[in-house]
C-alpha cells in the first residue's frame, strides 16, 4: 500500500522516533462502549423475532 516493506519501515521510523508509549492499565472503555451497543442490538433483535417451534422458522411480527 505504501510503496514497499523498505518505504513503510522508513514512514514508521520517521513517526515513531520521538514518541513515548504510554502503557495505561484497566479496561478499555472503547471496547466496553462497543459490547454493550452489541449486546443492546443482539436483545433489540431478539426481542422483534419470533421462532416457530414447529418449523424453526424466524418470523418478526
Same mark, same amino acid.
Given at each position: 500500500? @505504501? &510503496? +514497499?516493506?523498505? @518505504?513503510? +519501515?522508513? @514512514?514508521?521510523?520517521? $513517526?515513531?522516533?520521538?514518541? *513515548?508509549? $504510554? /502503557?495505561?492499565? &484497566?479496561d478499555s472503555?472503547? $471496547?466496553?462502549? *462497543?459490547?454493550g451497543r452489541?449486546?443492546? &442490538?443482539?436483545?433489540q433483535n ?12 424466524? /418470523? /418478526?411480527?
Amino acid at each position: 500500500m @505504501l &510503496g +514497499g516493506e523498505r @518505504l513503510t +519501515g522508513a @514512514l514508521l521510523d520517521r $513517526l515513531t522516533h520521538h514518541v *513515548s508509549i $504510554l /502503557t495505561m492499565n &484497566g479496561d478499555s472503555y472503547r $471496547l466496553k462502549e *462497543s459490547a454493550g451497543r452489541h449486546a443492546a &442490538g443482539v436483545m433489540q433483535n431478539q426481542a422483534t423475532e419470533i421462532v416457530d417451534p414447529d418449523t424453526g422458522e424466524i /418470523t /418478526t411480527p
